[in-house]
Structures are given as C-alpha cells and as structure tokens.
C-alpha cells in the first residue's frame, strides 16, 4: 500500500513488487484520490481507508495476509488490525509517520483551510502552486532521495502525473489532509495487536529513526531495520535492499 499523498500510487512500490511476485501472489491497491483511483469531491476520511482496505482484503483477496505499507497509510493498517484481527497477518511499515504529528485533530482554522483549497478557483489556484512538476523534484532532492543521482526523470514525471489525474480533483485529498482529517491517533491500537510488525526506515533521515523508535515504545515486539543512506523512498531508491529485507522477515515471522 503506497503512502497516502496526491502525488502517489502503485508506482511507488513497482520495483520491490515486481520481485515478491515471483514468489508470491501480490496485490497493489490504489487509495482513493490517488494513483489512478476516483477522486470524488467530499472530505476523506482516516475511517474511508480503514474501510477500503478492509473490504478489499476481505472481499477482493479473501484470506489472511501479509501487508507492506508506506508513510501515512501505515496507521490505516494498524487501525485494520486492531478492528478484525483475521484479515491481516505481518505487518511492514516504511517510514512510518511520527506519532506524537499524526494524533492532531482538525482545528476551526483547518477546516477554513479545507474550505479555501475546495473553491473552484483560489482553491484550484493554490493546489497547482503547491503541487506541480517544480515541488515534486524539489520533494525528491530534499524528503525522497539521498543520492540525486539515483532520481529518474521517469520518478518525477510518474508523481506529477499522479498529482493531475482528474484535472485538479486531487485537491480533495490534499485539503483533507492539510485539516488533518485522515490523521488518527493509534496509541490505543498498538496496544490490541498481535501481529508481527517490522519497520524499514530510510537512515539518512533522522525523523525517520525516531518515529520509528515511538511505535517501538509502545510495542516492544517491533523489529527496525534502517537503509543506510535513503530518506523517505527506501523501496524506490534501494529496492534490492528492501526487497531482502521483507524477504527475511516474512521467513522469520512464520
């Protein structure tokens, strides 16, 4: 499940699934408002993805199954878990979100904010300046990569694409976001679980280390693994590495 941001899809995870696959049967869900899914103009919801992706494991996959996940969908599998504990077995998270930022509610001034982006113009209007093809390969040089070197025009150009389908329809999920309406607090869900849970975090990053080391603290049981010299897109920008590392968990964890 890639990361919930306008700019994301199955894409992110291309390279890692390409090689599970041939060894494992392998599903890739596009999250509402993202990648090539609808893009419907109402507020989106922390509960409309817990939903979406138990229905689809339930319903589409129809068995117990390994999850791997990106950046802030992470808390839509954890909330899963604890809400039926028979749809999802091992759990691996990258860079999950920091956990103390993710448990902030909306606030009257958010909801102003929410309101702005989804006017049709001035909201339109400061969506394409705040998402377009300039902040995308900004987001790559300064939050996605370590090495720029390693940043394909093909990357870039698979977010930007992303982030317009539907015309600017993506500013939904975006305002949503911004008035931390898909935020949830999962404190009281770590502490139900009994699943295995595994964390990858790009090392580069230091946040990165230290939000993972918050799940752990409520969890003892969570397994970290850091990639040396990777910030957000571990998965994108040393797949090999990752893919090793789901591998041996998965083979652990039986």
Do not use: W
Request: net charge neutral.
């Amino acid at each position: 499940i890639h990361d919930l941001n306008v700019c994301s899809s199955s894409y992110e995870f291309e390279k890692v699934c390409s090689k599970l696959s041939k060894t494992n049967t392998v599903y890739s869900i596009g999250l509402l408002g993202c990648g090539r899914s609808d893009r419907p103009a109402f507020t989106y919801t922390n509960f409309l993805y817990v939903e979406l992706i138990t229905n689809f494991i339930k319903h589409i996959i129809g068995e117990k199954t390994d999850v791997i996940v990106s950046g802030e969908s992470s808390s839509f599998v954890l909330m899963a878990c604890s809400n039926d504990d028979s749809i999802i077995n091992h759990v691996i998270m990258v860079n999950p979100p920091d956990m103390i930022k993710l448990a902030k509610i909306p606030t009257k001034r958010l909801k102003l904010v929410k309101y702005l982006l989804y006017t049709p113009v001035i909201g339109t209007f400061i969506y394409n300046m705040k998402v377009n093809r300039r902040t995308i390969s900004e987001n790559f040089a300064s939050s996605y990569f370590y090495d720029q070197n390693e940043i394909a025009e093909k990357d870039i150009l698979a977010f930007t694409e992303a982030s317009q389908k539907e015309k600017t329809h993506s500013k939904y999920l975006y305002a949503s976001q911004i008035s931390r309406f898909t935020n949830a607090n999962v404190v009281c869900c770590l502490n139900k679980l009994n699943n295995s849970i595994f964390i990858i975090t790009g090392n580069a990053n230091p946040e990165n280390v230290l939000s993972a080391s918050q799940y752990q603290n409520y969890l003892p049981s969570i397994e970290i693994k850091g990639i040396a010299k990777t910030k957000q897109m571990p998965h994108m920008e040393k797949p090999e590495e990752v893919f090793s590392d789901v591998k041996i968990f998965l083979s652990d964890a039986q």
